[in-house]
């Protein structure tokens, strides 16, 4: 076996190997989601016929392979704080940036493309049962039904803010992550809202106040927003939240997740 | 060669090391002794890599252990006192992580997995303490790496491990390599380390060869202290435990041993230093120098 070049700065070979750690410590748990489903849907077969996974669209399969990912990048870097292995962690001969890579690689590229395998195969051998006992077969899904390119460009994107989420969060880094997201989802709605209010306001747009009814929140006179370009506004709305969140939003995480990696001490024993 | 210079380090407020200059060359087996919580983990972890000082700076042989680079982790192995190991077989082990160190020596694993005792088909994680320490340190044996790290070595060993395990760090010293042991149980490393350094209040109090310890001390069993020149006494049910100063008479005299030489280094350390620099010593008071005391401390 050829060895190792430890002496460069960056390798491939490297990443590769973390990669195939990686991978093949998350397989038992990939291999037990997947039996459940398997269970779960020989089940309703048993019981009506019908692989419950691939009715209508077979949307289950998109929303199993999303999840799925995204509990696993959340937990991409709990042996990093462990007290424990989080020494040998941080000293296995590789550059934070390797250790990092391997993790993106593994989450936002080979995981959607594996579980979107698998899936497509189990669903497609579903589908051949369910018609030989009779049924309808459902549909076989494939990620081109659950959008393709677009579903799995916001799967990354989430991933992404995920693996910043374990890289930061010790502990509960999966809600923790979800907690933040939100906060900054409703202070980013409550800064557009008011300045929607503002701007529409002073223009003399909006005919009255903010009114809040039965647990929601209105602007009251939307008619005046109609004397605007409608269209207009809502293109530059679309862009504004494209730019925020395939742009700026993957962006900071990326680097946020880096640094958060490179920086890690094990700071955890003699307090 | 590993060095510290005017390091500065600490958990939030509280330093732990400040101004701290130490030297390491290859060839020794240092011990490292200090009192509990006197930072001993923590510095081997600093010469490691896993944690970095706040102030001054660590080279470990010219380069920066903090910057992780791959090649430097590859030349240091730290073994923690509990050391942790994933779910796996040993030999799958060293297929998913021996492979990040080229210098691994897979013949002597194997040797050291077999003169160990170690059970090959048993998963790691379902390896005893002792167990998993042995088998920590015979991955870093066989790792290649210049820089040795042993933090606690001989705790939970039984006793023909602990011997079993100086027998094997003895065949580890290299000329070019460094190994740094730190331990309280200096009784089962009292042949095999030296020099030895001790750190306390933050600071490197001593770094002590076999060579000056011996020409400089000597240890003694007496049943009263008056008219020797003690460095630092123990009494026990019978009389007096004492380390003498070099030129002390008597038959019954014997090598320091470095339980006792560790003692005075806390509880007098200006004595202890006198000692060593061959300057006379003023009466011994036992009751200025409790250890209970600086422990405390």
Redesign the interface.
Known sequence: ?K???????F?IE?IA?LL??RL??DLPGFAIGFAILLGLNALTLLLGKTAFMNERSGGIWTVFVVSSGILLSSFAFKGMH?G?????W???????L?KYGAALLAYVLIFPLAASAVSTGLSALLYLVERALGGSGGVIWTPLLSGGFETWGAYAVMSLVFLAGSATFRKRAPLKTFGVLTGYGLVMAFILIGGVFLIYRSRGLLTTEFDFRNGVFNIEGAEGLAALDGERVGGIYETAMNILFYGILPLFSLGFGYLKVAEK???D??? | MIEFRSMTFG??KRP?FEGLELELDPGSIYGLLGLN?A?K??LL?IA?????PTGGGVTVFGANPGD????R??D?V?V?E?P?L?PLKPKTWLD??A????AFDRARFAELIRELALDEDKLLTKYSYGQRKKFALAAAIASGARVLLLDEPTNGLDIPSKAQFRRLLASAAREDRVIIVSTHQVRDLENLIDPVVVVHGGKVLFTLDSGALNERLAAARLPSLEGHRVVYAERDAVGWTALLAAGEPGPGNQAPDLELVFNAAIAAPDRLAAALRGDPLPEYRPEEHALAKEARE
Do not use: I
Request: proline share 8%; aromatic share 8%; net charge positive.
């Open positions: 076996m060895a190792l070049d430890v002496t460069a700065r390798s490297r190997l195939r750690n093949l410590e462990s424990r292995s989080g020494p040998d941080l000293l296995l001969p590789a550059t934070p390797e001490e094990a700071r024993e003699v307090q | 958990y939030g732990l919580g930072g983990t923590s972890k490691a890599g896993a944690l970095r992780r680079d791959a090649a982790l590859a240091t730290f923690a509990d942790w994933p998913r992580y492979v990040f160190r080229p």
